[in-house]
């Protein structure tokens, strides 16, 4: 009797604790449209003014947050407090001066500067070489550094291109990028090719509209000097080369390749202010496992104010915030009830996604938790909406799901019970196809986590038209019964994650894509 006693007592815990899995689905019951909106209204009114990172608006969002945490009852996740703070940087260029052999210039007539790479200084230059249009495109056979020797010297260049090539192609960022007529291309070669700065010549002055003199925040404090940049007009251009007469950009392109001496000096002073961004993190300790994680994930910044003018960010990403704060009002209840997960939930809120997924990845970088004890990342970002380029008879019964076939493959087998279960979704896999365009998987903050080897399910409705970045993202947009059914399956997935015997296999290595 007593062999047969130890031989199913592991067994019946195993019963014990599948059963309160079952308990713990019961509370999806708490996921309701109403309370979805309830908490939307708020965090994406007026008052949020677009939560923009580091931003007034943000900061009221976060209390807003950590006081609904805390009123349902969820203990602190970074020690005694609810927020992981962390340092945001911004750049304001308080001086700003350029002198052609002794001539002083103006600002916004005759020049300005590239924020990201002048550094506070007084600086001298003599050697300065003309490179036309700064082209380099072999596949044209353009070289416009042939016979020009420019390292350590200023290079002087033409905006655009007299060859065909357009200056912005229609592939966003990345064909700006790699097209040899873009600023950055030219920059590129220029530096390449062992140059201290660049200097582009622009019809574009004197400007219509005055140049920021406060650049865009960034991450991480770097005080060495960047390559230098400058625009300049073609008064300043046609001095350097010696001209008493303004030439015009087609002149200076054609006629005034080579090196020249001339005196140029460059003052700047820039300073830097230090701001503070913050994750809001609340959990629910778990029983026999709770030294184990699981994460719930959702950005609540968003692109802020400008002027009186509001990006409200309801749908990107309000609606997965409030998403895991419903899946945490869920939680809550059962625990209130004496029905716990096995291993401890996460609800997680970072902020920081719109500038290049700031918060994930500043966790990541300094984790709470041990990565390694950490099952998954389920991840909301935007699941309010409708796409509107899907064109099937599904649209208000999907949801995309992106990660099923990546670092775990128990990853689909619990997702699609779980849904069975519970939505019963159409769970659209397109977003994984290693051909997307949009690589979808490498831009919410999911990926910081499996980065790190975390497995990561990452649920999305695929609005990138209509209203997407823009003001008109509102909460008079959303579809909460569509959302309450995606937020209550990812729900029962978190349920069953949280309380299975095993962590997730990492079994699949997460591959990079060519770009």
Known sequence: MKKLIWIFFPLMSTIAFAQKADDLTKFGKVITANGLKEK????????????ETASPGQKRAAAYI??????????????????????????????????????SMEWDKDFNF??????????????????????????????????????????????????GIPTM?????????????????????????????????SADFPKKVATQVKGGMYLKKNDAPGFLMVNISTTVASALVGSSSTLSIADIAATTKGAYNAG????????????????????????????????????????????DVIWYGADDDGSGTVGVMQMAEAFAA?????????????????????????GSQYYAEHPI???????????????GRVDTERMTADSLNYIYVIGHDKLSSDLPIINEAANKNSSNLVLDYKFDDPNDKNRIYYRSDHYNFAKMGVPILFFYDGMLLADYHKPTDTVDKINFELM????????????????????????????????
Request: overall charge positive; aromatic content about 8%.
């Open 114 to 163: 590239s924020m990201q790479t002048i550094a506070s200084g007084n600086f001298n230059y003599s050697s300065i070489v003309f490179a036309g249009y700064g082209i380099v495109d072999s596949a044209k056979g353009i070289d416009d550094y042939a016979n020009l020797d420019v390292k350590g010297k200023l290079v002087v260049v033409v905006e655009g291109s007299s060859a």
């Open 40 to 51: 939307l209204s708020i965090l994406a009114s007026a008052d949020m003014e677009g939560r």
């Open 264 to 307: 140029l000096h460059i003052v700047a002073t820039k300073t830097t202010e230090n701001l503070e961004s913050s994750n809001v993190i609340a959990i629910l300790p778990g029983t026999d496992k709770k030294d184990e994680y699981l994460f719930l994930t959702g950005h609540y910044d968003h692109l802020g104010k400008k002027g």
């Open 369 to 383: 938790y041990p990565l390694d004890k950490t099952t998954a990342d389920l991840n909301t970002d935007m699941i």
């Open 334 to 358: 059962a625990a209130k009830k004496g029905k716990y997960p096995r291993r401890t939930i996460v609800f997680m809120t970072v902020s920081g996604e719109e500038k290049g997924l700031w």
């Open 169 to 201: 192609g229609a592939g966003g960022s990345r064909a700006f990028g790699a097209n040899p007529a873009s600023p950055a291309a030219k920059m590129r070669v220029a530096s390449g090719k062992g140059a201290i700065g660049l200097l582009v010549v």
């Open 66 to 103: 950590e006081n609904e945490f805390k009123r349902m009852g969820l203990q602190p996740g970074n020690g005694d407090s609810y927020q992981q703070v962390y340092p945001v940087y911004q750049d304001a260029l308080t001086q700003k001066q350029l002198v052609v052999n002794g001539k």
């Open 484 to 515: 309450q059914k995606r937020t209550l399956m990812v729900f029962h997935t978190a349920c069953e994650i949280a309380n299975r015997d095993a962590m997730l296999k990492r079994d699949i290595p997460l591959t990079m894509p060519a770009r």
